[in-house]
């Protein structure tokens, strides 16, 4: 399937059309990501390099295309943005791996 149908490119002209609909979750959306990503307790690379790791989790293309730049500028090296992938790739096939209990209990009912 053709990437370009199945995810649009974001441009500024889109972003702008969608903040007119709501324009006032919006700002409060932007206010929230802008406090979120800020320093605090976790200094702003460790935030992004969440941010790729989960957005990887989510399988969102949006956030990984504006996370990856966004870790790097803030001083990720490109294998500490791998590694973060790995744990996220992890931690989804450890969910998988766990809910598996979930299965294992409903045949457990079909012996």
């Known amino acids: 399937m053709d990437n370009e149908k199945?995810?649009?490119?974001m441009t500024r002209e889109l972003n702008e059309k969608k903040a007119a609909l709501a324009p006032d979750n919006i700002e409060a959306?932007?206010?929230?990501?802008k406090t979120v990503f800020k320093?605090?307790?976790l200094d702003e690379k460790t935030k992004q390099l969440i941010a790729v790791a989960v957005a990887h989790v989510t399988q969102c293309p949006y956030c990984i295309r504006a996370h990856t730049p966004q870790a790097?500028?803030?001083g990720a090296s490109k294998e500490e943005i791998?590694?973060?992938i790995w744990?996220?790739?992890?931690?989804r096939a450890g969910a998988a791996y766990a809910h598996?209990?979930?299965a294992m209990e409903e045949m457990?009912?079909?012996k």
């Not at 199945?6 to 490119?9: A, G, K, S």
């Not at 959306?29 to 990501?33: A, E, Q, T």
């Open 6 to 9: 199945l995810y649009p490119n």
């Open 82 to 84: 791998m590694e973060a």
């Open 72 to 74: 790097i500028r803030k």
């Open 29 to 33: 959306w932007r206010n929230f990501s």
């Open 108 to 110: 457990e009912k079909h």
């Open 100 to 102: 598996a209990s979930l």
């Open 87 to 91: 744990v996220a790739a992890e931690m």
């Open 39 to 41: 320093a605090g307790a």
